[in-house]
Each structure stands twice: as C-alpha cells, then as structure tokens.
C-alpha cells in the first residue's frame, strides 16, 4: 500500500497529539502538587503573559468596585455581612474550583469585581467584597482578619471594629490600604481566574 506524504504526515501528527495528551496528565499531575511552590516563584520579570494582572491593576481594581448592582439599602456592617454571605449573592466556591485544578494549600485571593462576577469565592473573598463595599456605601476603610474558625484557617471582613464570626481566632489583621498588594500576593502572579462555570 502506497502512502502519499500527506498521510503520513497526519499519522504522525496523530501520535504526536495522542503522546502530548498522556505527557500532559503525567506532566499536569506533578505540577498540581507543586502548583503553590511554582506560583510564589513566578517573578513579574519572568511573567510575559499580558492577561496576567499587574499589582497596579489589582490596585486599581480594588479602588474602583462598582457596586452599583448591589442594592442601595445595604450599607450597615449587619447588612453587608449578610449580603456577602447569603449564598444566594456569593455561593462558596474553593480556590481549587475557581483555578480549575485539584485542591491545594494556597489561598487565591480575587478582588471583589472577579467574585461579583462570578457570584462566587471562598471566605477572604467574600470578606474582600463586603470590605469594598463597606467603603463605597459608608466612606469607612476595615481592615481583614486572618485567623482560625473551629480549627480551619478562615478570614472575616472587620468593619471598623464589627466582624461577625463567632468563636473566630484572630491570628493577624492587615489593614485596608494594604490589601491591594496582599490580594496581588496571594494570587502568586497567576493573573486573572476564569470565571464559575456554574
């Protein structure tokens, strides 16, 4: 049987493809378990990929919520903590789902635009929501705290000296003007996450 060069070709891109699939689940398995040691090691000089966010535009993202779709009535620590946590405005959603890749030890942080638009994140992200919001509806900057709940590691919006979170275990509390490089820091220079497929 005669083969033309065209087929041959595509026969051996066929197993080329076919041995890219098996190296990548090979290469993929490794790297979800090294995935928090390779993201802190990123360096922005390294990042060429312009989807990545730069610490300024998580900066300015986090000064420019619009929140303008929440309703104007919510503006009491009471009622923001209510609203960030009703599942019904942001469903909990792990950093793993939200990346797309296997659980691990490494805290995604999002500023509140990417959680809104996805009505998802886990607690510093709801937490980082209801702070921007606090902000824009009562002109007040709150702090985050970081610390345990029931033995797990947890975060809760602290507006001006209410946080809402029984048996919580304050470890550490970063200020509100320093949020926008702690957000930038804990996305290990990964960028922009997808948005829920939910």
């Given at each position: 049987?005669?083969?033309?060069?065209?087929?041959?070709?595509?026969?051996?891109?066929?197993?080329?493809?076919?041995?890219?699939?098996?190296?990548?689940?090979?290469?993929?398995?490794?790297?979800?378990?090294?995935?928090?040691?390779?993201?802190?090691?990123?360096?922005?000089?390294?990042?060429?990929?312009?989807?990545?966010?730069?610490?300024?535009e998580i900066c300015r993202d986090w000064?420019?919520?619009?929140?303008?779709?929440?309703?104007?009535?919510?503006?009491?620590?009471?009622?923001?903590?209510?609203?960030?946590?009703?599942?019904?405005?942001?469903?909990?959603?792990?950093?793993?789902?939200?990346?797309?890749?296997?659980?691990?030890?490494?805290?995604?942080?999002?500023?509140?635009?990417?959680?809104?638009?996805?009505?998802?994140?886990d607690c510093e992200d709801r937490a980082?929501?209801?702070?921007?919001?606090?902000?824009?509806?009562?002109?007040?900057?709150?702090?985050?705290?970081?610390?345990?709940?029931?033995?797990?590691?947890?975060?809760?919006?602290?507006?001006?000296?209410?946080?809402?979170?029984?048996?919580?275990?304050?470890?550490?509390?970063?200020?509100?003007?320093?949020?926008?490089?702690?957000?930038?820091?804990?996305?290990?220079?990964?960028?922009?996450?997808?948005?829920?497929?939910?």
């Amino acid at each position: 049987m005669h083969v033309t060069e065209k087929e041959r070709i595509h026969f051996l891109l066929m197993r080329l493809s076919a041995f890219k699939m098996k190296l990548g689940k090979i290469i993929l398995a490794g790297i979800s378990m090294l995935l928090p040691l390779l993201l802190t090691s990123c360096s922005d000089a390294e990042n060429s990929d312009t989807s990545r966010k730069t610490e300024w535009e998580i900066c300015r993202d986090w000064y420019n919520f619009d929140s303008t779709k929440i309703p104007l009535g919510i503006d009491t620590p009471v009622g923001i903590d209510d609203f960030v946590k009703d599942e019904n405005n942001i469903k909990y959603i792990s950093d793993g789902k939200i990346l797309g890749i296997p659980s691990f030890n490494f805290n995604f942080w999002s500023v509140p635009s990417e959680t809104m638009a996805r009505h998802g994140g886990d607690c510093e992200d709801r937490a980082l929501v209801g702070l921007a919001l606090y902000y824009r509806r009562t002109g007040k900057k709150g702090s985050l705290l970081l610390g345990k709940y029931k033995g797990d590691g947890h975060a809760v919006a602290n507006y001006c000296g209410e946080w809402y979170c029984s048996d919580f275990k304050k470890e550490r509390e970063i200020p509100w003007n320093d949020l926008p490089s702690e957000i930038y820091h804990h996305r290990g220079n990964l960028g922009q996450p997808p948005a829920s497929k939910e």
